[in-house]
């Protein structure tokens, strides 16, 4: 992969996706001497209350921004930005409001390689996440990003029906699973018993399907969205 410069960027809706869809591809880029970045949009917790309680919201913000960090130092990253939009409910938000959030860090940072979610998945936060990021990078003159690439989150994207997501594009993670899956184990409260697929062992049997589609030991999959060279 050719370098214009060497910043990336990880665009999530919730913390764990970005670790889920690409962690072992941004610690492997990291290793390759790319400086990583991750906005999350979203806080990621809420929807799960039966009980709308401040005091417990703020406390379990807070604890998952630790995790946050943790989970992200690992792979690499190096600085998380993070926003607060509705957990699942970032259809009730202005799109204006969740582009000009994106516009700001891109403008600032300036990547050239954006990661992000796909317009194929289940997750309204996601679906909305991909089209903010395809808004606030439209191929206009001057514009920093050259390449987007989509990725897969486990026990959203498979779940949507017809399942559309088709990736084209492969990364070899053989050396750097281990990093995601340290990485995901940050996310206590995210991680389910297998057989659900956002359990270790169900990262990992993903990570094995992915490889043996294109002869890898282990691989992370994305559709390749735009590419200006």
């Known amino acids: 992969m050719k370098k214009m410069n060497n910043r990336i960027l990880v665009v999530a809706a919730h913390p764990d996706d970005e670790v889920l869809g690409c962690g072992g591809t941004i610690a492997r880029l990291v290793k390759e001497g790319y400086e990583a970045y991750t906005l999350i949009l979203g806080e990621g917790i809420t929807s799960r209350d039966k009980i709308r309680n401040r005091k417990k919201r703020e406390k379990d ?47 600032e940072l300036k990547p050239e390689l954006v990661f992000t979610h796909s317009k194929s998945d289940m997750n309204i936060d996601h679906r909305i996440t991909y089209m903010a990021v395809i808004t606030s990078t439209r191929p206009m003159q001057n514009e920093s990003v050259r390449t987007i690439y989509s990725f897969e989150v486990l026990s959203s994207t498979e779940w949507n029906y017809p399942l559309s997501f088709s990736p084209n594009v ?55 969205v735009r590419c200006l060279k």
């Open 61 to 107: 913000i807070n604890k998952l921004k630790n995790q946050i960090r943790k989970a992200n130092k690992i792979l690499g990253v190096k600085e998380v930005l993070s926003f607060d939009f509705p957990d699942n409910r970032f259809d009730s938000v202005d799109f204006l409001d969740i582009v000009k959030v994106i516009e700001e860090v891109k403008n």
């Open 170 to 224: 492969y990364f070899n993670i053989e050396n750097t699973l281990d990093l995601k899956l340290k990485a995901m184990m940050e996310y206590k409260m995210e991680l389910r018993e297998y057989p659900h697929p956002r359990s270790i062992e169900g990262i990992r049997t993903k990570a094995m399907q992915r490889g043996m589609e294109v002869g890898f030991p282990y691989a992370e999959a994305f559709e390749l």
